[in-house]
């Protein structure tokens, strides 16, 4: 069973979440945009969130500043999560410019706000689970979605929690966190999501 749980984590990565959140809004939303517009945006959020970070990684555990790339320790964490606040932001704000993606714009700056909090809980040596904030973010962008647009998506809503149900008990059995982590992780990225998303609607 050890075997499948981490397969999970493995599947649900959370560095895997921004592109997918992003192919999914494109099959959701399908905005007015030339195909070959929507590859770029593909290839350039692919790239940012998914091959740069695993590049950083790989310097960091050449360097020994990391043990392995689930980066347990919350000193090992730091300098990954700080990269990825200043990239989710400055993602966020690029997209922010273009109208028909803007919604999407909201959950890489939620993303940021969220891993910023994240942040500041090490300073209390608090651990959190970054696999429950990243679904929790995608859970709340697709709600919130949902609302705005009046989209009946109660389905894929229902399937993405059932699916954040799944991580968090795989990684609760693998010990990679307590049911606090997991809790305070679900907390953080669903949140972050509610709030910027209010902010947002009210400029």
Do not use: W
């Not at 590049?55 to 964490?77: M, P, T």
């Not at 300098?79 to 606040?85: A, D, E, G, H």
């Not at 803007?102 to 689970?129: A, H």
């Amino acid at each position: 069973m050890k075997r499948i749980y981490k397969l999970i984590s493995i599947i649900f990565h959370p560095i895997l979440l921004p592109l997918v959140a992003t192919l999914i809004f494109f099959i959701i939303d399908q905005p007015i945009l030339d195909n070959q517009i929507k590859y770029r945006l593909l290839i350039i959020i692919g790239t940012a969130t998914y091959l740069i970070p695993i590049v950083l990684l790989a310097l960091l555990k050449k360097r020994k500043l990391i043990q392995s790339f689930e980066v347990k320790g919350i000193q090992e964490r730091k300098i990954p999560i700080l990269f990825m606040i200043v990239l989710f932001f400055f993602l966020g704000k690029t997209l922010i410019s273009i109208d028909e993606i803007f919604f999407l714009s909201i959950l890489f700056l939620g993303s940021s706000l969220s891993l910023c909090v994240c942040y500041f809980t090490f300073i209390k040596n608090q651990k959190t689970s970054l696999h429950m904030i990243g679904i929790a973010s995608l859970l709340a962008f697709i709600i919130l979605y949902s609302i705005t647009t009046h989209k009946n998506l109660l389905p894929l809503i229902a399937i993405i929690f059932i699916i954040a149900g799944i991580i968090a008990y795989a990684r609760i059995k693998l010990k990679a966190h307590t049911l606090t982590e997991i809790n305070l992780g679900f907390i953080i990225g669903f949140v972050s999501q509610v709030i910027l998303y209010l902010n947002s609607i009210n400029v």
